[in-house]
């Protein structure tokens, strides 16, 4: 998971300063990890306090729903600035 993130926040930033606008895609890619470290903290809670496997199952897909937002969100703001 770790590296997951860590290999996004790379990717992510990348792009993100390959570009033109320094500033707005560095605030861009900010906002972009904390709101990132913001589901992961989530999920972590959630999967903490899961004592059954469909609590489990449920936490996971919560998390899949929350990155999949993130991830048109992000697509929707990029479109938006070019």
Same mark, same amino acid.
């Given at each position: 998971? &770790? *590296?997951?993130? =860590?290999? @996004?926040? =790379? @990717?992510?930033?990348?792009? /993100?300063?390959? !570009? $033109?606008? %320094?500033?707005?895609?560095? =605030? #861009?890619? @900010?906002? %972009? &990890?904390?709101? #990132?470290?913001?589901? &992961?903290?989530?999920? *972590?809670?959630?999967?903490? *306090? /899961? =004592?059954?496997?469909?609590?489990?199952?449920?936490?996971?897909?919560?998390? #899949?729903?929350? /990155?999949?937002?993130? *991830?048109? $969100?992000?697509?929707? !703001?990029?479109?938006?600035?070019?």
């Amino acid at each position: 998971m &770790i *590296k997951i993130l =860590t290999l @996004l926040i =790379t @990717l992510v930033s990348s792009l /993100a300063f390959a !570009e $033109g606008n %320094f500033e707005e895609n560095k =605030t #861009r890619t @900010l906002t %972009f &990890i904390g709101e #990132r470290e913001a589901t &992961i903290v989530a999920h *972590k809670a959630c999967v903490e *306090k /899961a =004592t059954k496997q469909e609590e489990l199952r449920d936490c996971n897909k919560a998390q #899949r729903m929350a /990155a999949m937002k993130q *991830k048109q $969100g992000m697509k929707r !703001e990029k479109k938006e600035t070019n």
